[in-house]
């Protein structure tokens, strides 16, 4: 769009990986293969810019003393810098979740209290295992039992303390399966963006219309 003199370009990095940062740069041709250089630029141009949409870069026409009389086609073209972002494998986030879950899930989303999953199976599994032990103790003291209301007592207790047990194990396995599906599922933030994306155009003085083309390169 042309505005004032100043063309304006809007572009997209809506792929781009977490903390990944490109250098932009604008390429301008007319339809006889004439290459103009815009130096008057501004906006989020060169290096540096970060991923997200509605991007803009301005150039001011007039202060490069460039008359347009004819088609032009734009271009805008994103190299990518890369990421402070450490790589993580999906098979390796994998290995981490059974191990400790919550723990791949933190990796592959470069962050995140996903370690709450880990206190959740660890705790519920101690707990299974806690009243397993007493249901167990419990159940020894029945088979000692010398009357009729300690032994149905007895009895009672140990049926309750066993209930409970397999819901606390119960509960850990949902928690580390789900965990398990969680991280198969979950996107990637530390898989790196785009390789390289160019945006391109053509400007019609006449009509004064802009048509413009997106497209990603993998």
């Not at 630029?41 to 026409?61: F, H, M, Y």
């Not at 309750?160 to 599906?181: E, H, P, Y």
Request: with cysteine.
């Amino acid at each position: 769009m042309v505005r004032n003199d100043s063309l304006f370009v809007t572009y997209d990095l809506d792929k781009a990986g977490n903390d990944e940062r490109f250098n932009i740069s604008l390429k301008i041709s007319t339809p006889s293969g004439k290459i103009i250089t815009p130096y008057s630029l501004s906006g989020e141009v060169g290096a540096d810019i970060t991923g997200g949409r509605a991007k803009q870069i301005i150039w001011s026409i007039n202060k490069d003393n460039i008359a347009i009389n004819e088609d032009i086609a734009v271009e805008v073209f994103a190299k990518s810098q890369g990421s402070n972002v450490k790589f993580v494998s999906r098979g390796k986030a994998v290995l981490l979740s059974a191990v400790v879950p919550g723990l791949g899930l933190t990796k592959l989303n470069n962050g995140g209290p996903y370690w709450i999953m880990a206190i959740a199976v660890y705790g519920a599994a101690a707990g299974s295992y806690l009243y397993y032990s007493m249901a167990e103790q419990n159940y020894t003291k029945y088979l000692d039992a010398r009357t009729e209301d300690e032994r149905n007592s007895l009895h009672s207790t140990v049926q309750s303390q066993k209930n409970i047990s397999n819901i606390l194990m119960c509960t850990a396995g949902a928690v580390w399966l789900g965990n398990m599906i969680w991280t198969l599922a979950n996107p990637n933030k530390t898989k790196p963006g785009n390789k390289g994306i160019s945006f391109g155009g053509s400007y019609d003085p006449m009509a004064k219309a802009t048509v413009f083309a997106l497209q990603y390169k993998f």
